[in-house]
């Protein structure tokens, strides 16, 4: 599919850079070719380089408009954290197969006429990420023009080289945000202004376009009318087809804009369908979203019709605590007859959105649509609060879309936010829906004081699993916690405590059913007599929290160090930061020690910024182990599939949580009697040895000196360990505990929580 030649300047809009189909991708209209799909979407390669990286798979895209993404991977889902550039107000993201690209609205229309697809695509992007920058190229015709923003680092007759950071591509996408606004009203896009003098901006390294596989074309045209039911110009309309979507080899998705009411395409015979979003660009704005489910393409010339007047369902759903809408999403999934299915999904802030209903299924392949939002408590509303709202439409139709929340639906959890150094920059995001939602999940960050208390209402039923995050320092997004899965019940109240001190390393955890849909990769396993090792630094002692490990951006830098001994002799060491490679062992039983050193330094993180935790067990080769369903212990990949490897060991190392009894949300303890509530175990899936005892010694001076605690054994592994600590102290903790099967661990956190004067 091809859009149609217009007699108007530009050239044609594009969108195939943003699929791919059985293995090969080919991309017409001057588009990059993208890497062919796995069976397992393709960002998990990253989880196979070894389990040690997995509590630091997290990495900041920057787009050229500004906006910002953090993107956190993990076994065979992908999810984004967008927190948007000032302005922004709606992003439109498509995805097929393991394609995914996100859009801002301002910049849509741009893609080919400008602005290159490979800016937006998510992979590339990750690919490209360096130092906080965005490495761009240039090309122009005559004398080199200023791009707003842009730094150029090297030019020639018609190419420079350059990059934005944060801060500079804000610049630029203020600067295309005006541009969209002169250019919607004439229908015109890439041509003018910033876009003169033929101007291309796309990602360093971007691949070149592929030709483009020849088909007998035939003429669509798209009658486009506006609100007062004249002729449109300046929205867009996108088309792919509904019949077997390999059978395109790339090529079946195009965007088009109306000019004077009309947007042509050259497109192969066969069943299509189309969304066209009109958008108003004014100081109000509105955004107005029309589906035509399906329609055929069989002679020469096709014309179908788009009228904007026919989007009359506004998308409305009042909560019953007043609130206000961080984003709220309308998603369709449109499975074709033969092939994957491909999914549009545009989300917005502070517009009002309008939804055309469907009364009629299509009779090719399959459409599920999705109505999400994140809506939040007023400004000043002490404890804040916040909904995280799901609706699945009825299977073939597309609803009305106004939505009912009654408090009997939702579930509440309290979520308490520790911090002790009180930050108004910090965030969270929660990610949420159905399975077929959660594969790439966008959602926007929401800031949060910390320490601080929120409650959190979340639609409840079996087929929703629910995923929060909190991020404590929004400018290199830096620090915080990321949780499992979690399903909820109506009317279910639970608490959650968030960077509750001591921090130290944690084991992936999965949570009942939940697990059983995302696969959770264990920690640390045995396949042979290779051993793999990834606990992650910094976590806190909520069950199904994980901390951000060795992240480390700008501000935040972050040190670690391992070594494994193999019956008292040292077979591997170095820096824990990168990840730790797989170990060969001796064939032979043997008795293994893990050493593990973590260390971040920066003015947010003060307490429990430093650990070391000694593990020792019994180790044997057990080539017939495997874990259940809902593990895996790797990812293997070919160059057509993958899939997950289950046949492996989990190792029995032991764990330790931490309650310190009367700690504020800043960390703090009153002084004098100190108590501690620990609890003793092994990793998921990792045995069940009895826990035999375990001993604690306190030091005022990071170290230097120390004193015992007194610990009294409570029965299944739970301690209490009582001291006395002065005022003004911070209170560096050393605990050791072992099991009946010869296994121990011994961990020592510096600074591990403080006491109040």
Known sequence: MLPYPRRRPGRALGIAAA?????????????????????????AVSAGMGPARMGADSRSVLLVTGDRLLVRSGGTRQAFAVLPAPGSRALTTLRFGSQVMAIPTDALPYLGRGLSPSLFQLSALQRAASGGRLPVRLTFSGRRP????????????GAAAGYLTAASARKFGAALARQYRADHSRGQFGSAGMFSHHVSISLAGAPAPRPVPA?????????GTNLAGRPDTGDGVFLTSADNVSRFVGVQGNVNYFYRGQAKFSVPAGHYWAIATFFDPGPVGALRMVVLPQFTVAGQHTSVHIAEKSASSEVTIPSPRPATSAQTSFEIVRGARQGGPFSYTQSWSGLPA?????TRKPSVGTLQTYTSATLLSPDRVTPSYAYNLDFAGPAGLVPRQHFTVQPADLATVTERYYQDVPTSNAGWVTFGGTVAQLAFEFQPVSFVRMPSEQTQYFSASPGLLWQNQTITNLNDFSGGDFDAFRAYAPGQHETQDWNRYPLHPAPTTALGGAAAVFPTQTSQFRIGNTLELGLTPFSDNEFGHLGAGFLGNGSTHVSGSYEVDQNGVKIAHGNAVNGIPGIGLSPKPSVLRFVLGASRASSFFRLSASSQTIWTWRSVRNTAARVPPAWFCTISFTPTSSRLIRQCAVQPLMTLDYAVEGLSLGGLAPSGAQVIDLSAGHVQLGGSAAITGATAQVSYNDGDSWQPAAVTAEGGGHFHVAYSAPGGVDVTLRVSAADSAGGSIRETIIRAYGVSL
Do not use: E, Y
């Open 19 to 43: 699929l791919t189909v059985g293995g090969v991708l080919v991309c017409g209209s001057g588009l990059p070719a993208l890497a062919a799909p796995a069976a397992v979407s393709a960002h």
């Open 146 to 157: 200023a791009i707003p923003g842009l730094t150029v680092t090297r030019s020639s007759a």
């Open 215 to 223: 088909f007998k074309m035939h003429t669509l045209t798209v009658h």
């Open 354 to 358: 309008f939804v055309s209903p469907t």
